[in-house]
């Protein structure tokens, strides 16, 4: 790290800033979780294309601090990049990738058993490193921005900066961190070698602009025994667009599609030589293994691969070498050879990285991501996992038709929850729910509800607030004007009693409205004891482009529309404390409570603050689009309408929600669908419910065609499930027809909370666009649990039939009669119409067995 410093003239001037994307109104504390826009997860990937390294990004090329080595590159023609979506790294091994890296473009990691380290390229043009570091290869240069690619490999990394510039770190021994003054402009680099623990050895090379290749490092040192003339790039060489290295094997890809080979090799080399490789896309090298993809789509290797012996895979779009190769396949999938563990998640990657013993891969953003529930109306239910000793939080009977929920979670307004129903009328509960606390009489057309201490506000459509409850929180200021959003806290105050008896509590609520010019105004009890805790809450006077509030006990937190977050309160100092604000950017909604506080990003990450400081928050397999704090813990809803759970038993509830609120012990989620009446004439499928039983063990598909009534899309299914039903677990498909039989798999959903007797809603994984001359499969199927002998299992799901069965049409079963999930494979690629169903339908037992109540919609 001690080699000189070489500062390129800046190629471009700075960009200006984006916009912050227009974020959304809403998250408050306690409040119900809820997709407040209909942002939509970016564009879905697509094909690589030819490994080149140029990623190019838009912003000014800043100078590197000390410690990295520069090689000039400036006045070159800035590369441009490719159209790679970024993505969050995921990893099937122990090198774990930081929890905030969401936003990866490109990787590179090592082949270093014991000593593994990976870099990853943001999309800003930064760059991360993590894992190992003896030699300061992942140790990233401060102010290194700009970069389009990155290698690392022997202690040694590498970054091409947009303007061709080279930028080096890592062990100086090897000499790979003397970038060569005379580099000029290159479109890619590699850097390969060896590092054990008792080597660190490296040796770099670079493709330049006249596409000729450049080698630098290799040189002995302390712990590198030297890299002979074996390594020295062939004389002559040209016509070269990329290039990778590994320990023992070095390759260049010529424009041709051929492979020049060179380095000391292998004396048994499995697999077929690369100098013979033709029509290539791309070569990985690492370690003593080298791979490449040709223009068909075909893996070939070389290398030391053990009894496995050479991998050969199809439909490969991308591959990185190691001992555990990395292929990226065309429908998005992760190909670990020989044998290994893939990467967790959907087969839907974009850029891989094999190792030593793990595989790395950024997962692409769906693009095929179905709309957040809208707001109910649905069931308010008590989930498990939260739930105290107070079971008089469980909702009142029939209240299966709620829009917005709220509930306390601090000891001043007791366990009090109210929610809003879908005719705008407000019902509350809760074991210690006051009657001073009950809505006023004739109260309508209430959006929203908050729940303080001692009061509560409603929010009505025309931007009226209605406030109830006791304390002089329930005067509203008479200049507040339109309200677009509100949150209700507060506190108990105890005084002493001077003659040494009992404190007197005196409980205290604080309202905090957001009006719709964008500035916030705050109010709360009036009286001596509460008095200065009002006057503390004040919402500071030059605070304006608020656009989402929440409120604790002592203090209030707000959005901004430039994304920052600004707080303020008597305990928002004690409560703040580890809380890196400057890094809380591109905020677009926030929700606090005494103990946490919650920030939506607009990339759909998310920032969680916990009474010890900041919080990580796991990897999540899709963007946030709301959250909402309490007392004992975080709530993250997902556009599948998930509720992932941060503190106490974490992890994902089944079901799919559209509103949360939580208090000390207990969490209130709104259900997605409840028992709302089905539409008279859905786009596919059939709404009547007739006595008929339609019965089928657990473990047997059961398809039902329907004509489609329209075209249009749809976004989940509801099928009415009869009462005798002892299946716990539903899966549901969208299937084409093809000849009168189930065709491709177009879509799928699944719930393992079958509610007997009433209609179950399932959200689809993809939207599917029927058409309205074409029929179409709906297929369920409980899930088999059976023993291993083939017996079928006990548990069976009964749907009712519906009227209207058109002659000749029953319904079809699936051959096999022990399946855990639906046959046939949903495509990841829009244009892919998805792949055959890999079972034998048959009909069933009787030719009326068709239709059920079952069908489609938006």
Avoid at 47 to 73: E, F, N, T
Avoid at 87 to 107: C, E, F, H, K, M
Avoid at 355 to 363: F, P, R
Wanted: glycine share 14%; charged share 15%; aromatic share 4%.
């Amino acid at each position: 790290m001690n080699a000189a410093v070489h500062v390129p003239r800046p190629s471009r001037t700075p960009s200006a800033p984006g916009p912050v994307p227009p974020p959304s109104v809403g998250g408050r504390r306690g409040r119900g979780a809820r997709r407040r826009d209909r942002r939509r997860a970016p564009t879905g990937v697509r094909r690589l294309g030819a490994a080149v390294l140029a990623l190019a990004l838009c912003g000014a090329l800043s100078p590197v601090a000390p410690g990295a080595a520069v090689a000039d590159g400036s006045d070159a023609t800035p590369l441009t990049r490719p159209d790679v979506t970024p993505g969050r790294v995921v990893t099937s091994g122990a090198l774990t990738p930081p929890t905030d890296l969401v936003d990866a473009v490109a990787l590179a990691s090592t082949d270093a058993p014991g000593h593994d380290s990976a870099l990853a390229l943001r999309a800003d043009g930064t760059v991360v490193g993590w894992g190992d570091d003896g030699h300061g290869q992942t140790s990233v240069p401060d102010g290194l921005t700009g970069v389009v690619a990155v290698d690392t490999a022997g202690g040694s990394s590498l970054a091409v900066r947009s303007d061709g510039g080279v930028v080096a770190w890592g062990d100086p021994g090897s000499g790979v961190t003397a970038v060569p003054d005379d580099l000029g402009p290159v479109t890619a680099v590699a850097v390969g070698g060896r590092l054990t623990d008792d080597t660190a050895c490296s040796v770099a090379y670079a493709v330049r602009a006249d596409t000729t290749v450049v080698r630098w490092g290799g040189a002995a040192s302390a712990t590198c025994p030297g890299l002979g003339d074996e390594y020295d790039v062939p004389e002559g060489l040209a016509g070269i667009r990329a290039v990778s290295a590994g320990d023992t094997v070095v390759l260049a890809l010529r424009d041709d599609g051929t492979v020049v080979r060179w380095g000391p090799g292998l004396a048994a080399a499995d697999g077929v030589d690369p100098a013979t490789w033709q029509d290539m896309t791309s070569v990985s090298a690492k370690g003593e293994h080298a791979v490449g993809v040709d223009a068909s789509g075909r893996l070939v290797g070389w290398g030391v691969w053990g009894e496995a012996g050479a991998p050969t895979l199809e439909g490969v779009r991308a591959a990185s070498a190691g001992r555990q190769v990395a292929a990226l396949r065309d429908d998005g999938s992760v190909a670990c050879l020989p044998g290994c563990a893939t990467p967790p998640g959907a087969p839907r990657f974009q850029a891989v990285s094999g190792g030593s013993d793990q595989v790395l891969a950024v997962l692409a953003p769906r693009s095929d991501l179905p709309p957040a529930p809208s707001a109910g109306p649905g069931p308010v239910q008590l989930l498990p996992g939260y739930v105290g000793p107070d079971y008089a939080m469980n909702p009142p009977a029939g209240l299966r038709d709620a829009v917005e929920l709220d509930a306390t979670s601090f000891a001043a307004g007791g366990n009090t929850a109210m929610a809003v129903r879908s005719d705008g009328t407000v019902v509350g509960w809760g074991s210690r729910y006051p009657v001073r606390l009950q809505p006023p009489a004739g109260l309508s057309d209430v959006v929203d509800v908050g729940v303080g201490a001692g009061f509560a506000l409603a929010l009505r459509a025309d931007g009226s607030l209605v406030p109830w409850g006791s304390g002089g929180v329930t005067t509203l200021p008479p200049d507040l004007g339109p309200v677009v959003a509100v949150d209700a806290g507060g506190t108990q105050k105890a005084v002493r009693d001077p003659d040494g008896g009992p404190p007197t509590v005196t409980t205290c609520g604080v309202a905090l409205a957001l009006r719709a010019d964008g500035t916030v105004r705050t109010w709360g009890s009036t009286g001596a004891t509460c008095r200065a805790l009002t006057e503390a809450m004040a919402a500071p006077a030059d605070l304006t482009d608020v656009v989402s509030v929440s409120i604790g006990d002592e203090y209030a937190v707000v959005a901004r529309a430039d994304g920052s977050v600004v707080g303020w309160g008597p305990s928002w100092r004690s409560y703040s404390t580890g809380l890196a604000l400057e890094r809380w950017d591109s905020v677009t909604s926030v929700s606090t409570d005494r103990a946490r506080i919650i920030g939506v990003r607009a990339d759909g990450t998310v920032r969680l603050w916990g009474v010890t400081g900041e919080v990580p928050v796991g990897p999540l397999d899709a963007p946030v689009v709301a959250a909402s704090a309490a007392q004992t813990s975080g709530f993250l809803l997902g556009p599948y309408g998930r509720l992932v759970l941060s503190g106490g038993p974490t992890g994902e509830q089944q079901g799919r929600y559209t509103a949360v609120a939580g208090g000390d012990n207990y969490t209130l989620a709104i259900a997605v669908g409840g028992s709302a009446a089905a539409p008279a004439v859905p786009p596919l499928g059939a709404t009547t419910v007739t006595t008929r039983r339609i019965g089928m063990a657990a473990g047997v598909a059961t398809a039902f065609r329907y004509p489609a009534n329209r075209a249009d899309p749809v976004w989940r299914a509801r099928v009415f499930v009869d009462r005798s039903t002892t299946a716990r677990g539903l899966r549901v498909g969208i299937y084409a027809d093809d000849d009168g039989r189930p065709g491709a798999l177009l879509s799928t959903a699944s719930t393992d909370s079958v509610v007997p007797g009433a209609w179950n809603t399932v959200l689809l994984d993809r939207g599917v666009t029927v058409q309205a001359a074409g029929s179409y499969w709906l297929v369920a199927l409980a899930p088999y649990a059976g023993a291993d002998d083939g017996s079928t299992a006990a548990p069976r799901l009964v749907l009712r039939g519906a009227d209207g069965a058109p002659p000749g049409t029953p319904s079809l079963v699936s051959a096999d009669r022990t399946l855990t999930g639906l046959p046939g494979a949903a495509p990841t690629d829009p244009d892919d119409p998805g792949a055959d169903p890999a079972t034998t339908w048959r009909e069933g037992r009787t030719p009326d067995s068709g239709p059920a109540s079952f069908f489609a919609s938006t």
